[in-house]
């Protein structure tokens, strides 16, 4: 609904096919709760997803004394965090569950953050107002690290903007720093398109439909060229992993 997942597959997939060791975390999962935890593509295994579950106990025992007990999303978003940490990624693409303000992921400090798309939805959590919304999903903003924003309406990029002012967080918009020089679609089997930046120029073919992907996928682009130097991958190994 919010292009949140594709976003961030894309992102990792983009770094997978840079030779980096990235971990990846979505939600939800589609046919097991592994998925959640998947390092270079793969999902952690059934036997290394219940050691490392038992290993927390103690940990999530003290927490339900201290605070009460864990969601079941909590419990494995910190899952995922302990299974990258122990396996030791180059660079971990984490999407956000619900909102960013209160969500389980803003503990983590973030070299990039993004914000892909403002609309209505989770209304009774997040508010019933594009602003409401909007200033949410800006929560996840941080001193000095950028703040990647897709389109988004007016009402809801006016307050992503001040929030980000507030933090002292840099906005970039990816309308401003990517352009579509040119797009093709196969109706049922594939679409590809030529991105270009400041920075370089990306011939891609994307093999996941709906023409709204290529929003994702610059906003993936606008992304990556925030990484440091050592971790941003060069447009042909973009290309190869998307």
Request: cysteine-free.
């Amino acid at each position: 609904t919010s292009g949140k997942g594709s976003t961030a597959t894309m992102t990792a997939a983009a770094l997978r096919g840079a030779g980096k060791r990235t971990g990846l975390h979505t939600k939800p999962h589609l046919r097991s709760v592994t998925e959640r935890a998947r390092i270079d593509g793969e999902p952690i295994s059934r036997e290394s997803f219940t050691s490392l579950l038992d290993r927390m106990m103690p940990a999530i025992e003290r927490t339900t004394a201290q605070h009460g007990r864990p969601t079941y999303y909590e419990t494995l978003l910190a899952l995922a965090f302990a299974y990258f940490a122990e396996e030791r990624v180059d660079v971990g693409v984490i999407e956000v569950g619900l909102g960013g303000r209160l969500d389980g992921t803003n503990v983590l400090h973030p070299v990039v953050a993004a914000i892909t798309s403002v609309g209505y939805d989770h209304t009774d959590v997040l508010g019933t107002t594009l602003e409401a919304i909007a200033r949410e999903k800006a929560g996840i903003a941080k001193r000095g690290v950028p703040l990647v924003v897709a389109p988004v309406p007016a009402a809801a990029r006016d307050v992503i903007v001040r929030y980000a002012a507030e933090v002292g967080a840099p906005v970039v918009h990816v309308g401003e720093v990517v352009r579509v020089e040119s797009e093709s679609y196969e109706p049922a089997r594939r679409q590809t398109l030529v991105l270009s930046t400041a920075a370089g120029v990306y011939r891609l073919t994307l093999p996941v439909l709906g023409i709204f992907q290529r929003i994702n996928a610059a906003t993936a682009i606008a992304v990556l060229e925030r990484l440091a130097p050592e971790l941003r991958p060069a447009p042909e190994a973009v290309a190869h992993g998307f």
